[in-house]
């Protein structure tokens, strides 16, 4: 479908533009986008000597505002401020921000298997 050699960032944002170019969208999948941008760029920053990979501050604040509300997010008791300063920092993640980062990753990939087999 796209080139992107090895980097699972690149295939993220491919299939993501994907997803949000199609006429069957059938949720709204930016919060996980950006969590699972966050946790990709979270593992390379820490793994990568080189890697600096920072997200947007409208990136930033949307995370902040959907997660007050997102059912991951309260049942984990994630403050999502937190987890945001704690990247930006260059810190590891907490367990809290790890059980959250894993549990919308798994919605997410869900959904979009939904999307790309409904698709074939």
């Known amino acids: 479908m796209f080139d ?19 006429s069957i969208q059938r949720v709204n999948l930016k919060l996980e ?8 760029s979270w593992r390379n920053n820490i793994t990568h000597y080189n890697s600096t990979t920072k997200l947007t ?13 997102d059912k991951n997010a309260v049942k984990c008791g994630l403050d999502a401020s937190r987890m945001i300063e704690n990247f930006n920092s260059g810190g590891c ?3 809290k921000e790890v059980t959250f980062l894993i549990a919308k990753i798994i919605q997410y990939v869900t959904d979009l298997d939904g999307f790309f087999f409904r698709k074939c």
Do not use: G, H, R
């Open 4 to 22: 992107t050699s090895k980097s699972i960032f690149k295939k993220n944002e491919e299939v993501y533009k994907i997803y949000i170019n199609s």
């Open 33 to 40: 986008y950006l969590i699972v941008k966050l946790a990709i």
């Open 57 to 69: 501050n409208e990136e930033n604040n949307y995370i902040k505002q959907y997660c007050l509300t």
């Open 93 to 95: 993640p907490s367990f």
